[in-house]
């Protein structure tokens, strides 16, 4: 099994801790693909660390094509997983739903009529790949007051990454994968409040390559 892993760096200002959510242990593979997250332990028991891994696997036997996030994204810092999304459990019990990738901010790149490279991924049978996630890009973590943003209290919170991908390949591909996968369930404690865009973001559909040609 191959795999690849990111470095991440620490943010040393803000406090998260993190601990595995039992009800979840490992989510069922979605048409050979299958997707996990955990945290990045920098240190044992580090209550700073932020950024995560999120791991494709493939389960079948067929060649798995699929574009997770980008390699250059139109003025905003690209990420390699900012197609995934971010379904988030607040400690009242309340779901919201598809949490993007925002990228620095805020304030935030609303949208851009420049180019968007894709980051393709092509996964052989039975391979993985480990690529990072930074929760911080997701979410305001220092709470900006001056804008105007959706209010998160401290707490602890679930959360499980999705990804989708549509029908219509970004890029000619052999087995080109379509479908939704969700990973695991992890639970973040957020020991101070944070902000997002939103407070909870409608399904949209995936970038396909006609809409990415067109911005």
């Not at 069922?28 to 028991?45: E, F, H």
């Amino acid at each position: 099994m191959k795999s690849l892993l990111f470095a991440a760096t620490l943010l040393s200002l803000i406090l998260i801790t993190t601990s595995a959510a039992p009800q979840n242990p490992a989510a069922p593979p979605v048409n050979g693909l299958q997707m996990s997250i955990a945290p990045v332990q920098t240190q044992p028991a580090d209550p700073q660390a932020i950024h995560f891994t999120i791991t494709f696997t493939n389960t079948s036997d067929a060649v798995l094509t699929f574009a997770p996030g980008t390699t250059l994204d139109c003025g905003r810092r690209p990420s390699l997983t900012s197609l995934v999304v971010l379904n988030l459990t607040d400690p009242k019990g309340k779901l919201h739903h598809n949490m993007m990738y925002a990228g620095d901010g805020p304030p935030y790149i609303g949208f851009c009529a420049g180019r968007i490279d894709p980051f393709v991924v092509v996964l052989h049978a039975h391979e993985s790949i480990s690529l990072p996630l930074d929760i911080s890009k997701y979410f305001d973590l220092k709470n900006s007051k001056q804008y105007e943003m959706a209010r998160f209290s401290a707490g602890a919170y679930l959360v499980e990454a999705a990804f989708t991908s549509s029908d219509q390949p970004i890029r000619q591909a052999k087995s080109w994968w379509a479908g939704t996968v969700k990973s695991n369930v992890i639970q973040i404690q957020f020991n101070s409040d944070f902000a997002a865009a939103l407070d909870d973001v409608p399904d949209r559909k995936p970038p396909t390559a006609a809409s990415i040609q067109s911005r």
